[in-house]
T-cell receptor
């Protein structure tokens, strides 16, 4: 089946630094990818929709200058957490739908970000 | 507005007992419904999905779910729970045009021997 790979699975960074998370569709092309954030013991909240070749669409309350999204190819979207702070510590998950089957999406393994 | 409600935050069952996790949704169009399972520190694994047709859908690991339009529900069931089923379960609803998923808050399942 379709696979979405997310890297890294875990990252620890210092406050003030930036962290890049990659989301790849391994065996299919994804013009759209989604980035979710999950706080401990809570559900997944959509942060933004990543569109290949155009600007990402951010959900209300999500700072686009802090969470930079780049979707430079049909198989790769990146989320960069800039000037990270401890409150950015969270679990980030990406998902990508299969083209032509817009009702099914596959999720990456997630990235556990800890900002110290 | 689209939303998903999972009334049970945490459920504890004995191994071998039956399980039902509740899910209610609110969606302005034809809902596409999903159940995902998440083990600690892991991503999401799709258990089953409902798009159309038979309202009782079978999934992996012996799970099934029944879509009841009149009740706006999509409850997940398993006749006999195994210790390895302990995890977080998320119900989600999506549309047939976009792929934005709306997740419930999740139900944490504990299985006791």
């Amino acid at each position: 089946g379709a696979v979405v790979s997310q890297h890294p699975s875990r990252v620890i960074c210092k406050s003030g630094t930036s962290v890049k998370i990659e989301c790849r569709s391994l065996d299919f092309q994804a013009t759209t990818m989604f980035w979710y954030r999950q706080f401990p013991k809570q559900s997944l909240m959509l942060m933004a929709t990543s569109n290949e070749g155009s600007k990402a669409t951010y959900e209300q309350g999500v700072e686009k200058d802090k969470f930079l999204i780049n979707h430079a190819s049909l198989t790769l979207s990146t989320l960069t957490v800039t000037s990270a702070h401890p409150e950015d510590s969270s679990f980030y998950i990406c998902s990508a739908p299969l083209q032509g089957r817009n009702t099914e999406a596959f999720f990456g393994q997630g990235t556990r970000l800890t900002v110290v | 507005a689209q939303s998903v409600t999972q009334p049970d935050i945490h459920i504890t069952v004995s191994e071998g007992a039956s399980l039902e996790l509740r899910c209610n949704y609110s969606y302005g169009a034809t809902p596409y419904l999903f159940w995902y399972v998440q083990s600690p520190g892991q991503g999401l694994q799709l258990l089953l999905k409902y798009f159309s047709g038979d309202t009782l859908v079978q999934g992996i690991k012996g799970f099934e779910a029944e879509f009841k339009r009149s009740q706006s529900s999509f409850n997940l069931r398993k006749p006999s729970v195994h210790w390895s089923d302990a995890a977080e379960y998320f119900c989600a609803v999506g549309g047939n045009t976009g792929n934005q998923f709306y997740f419930g808050t999740g139900t944490s399942l504990t299985v006791i021997p």
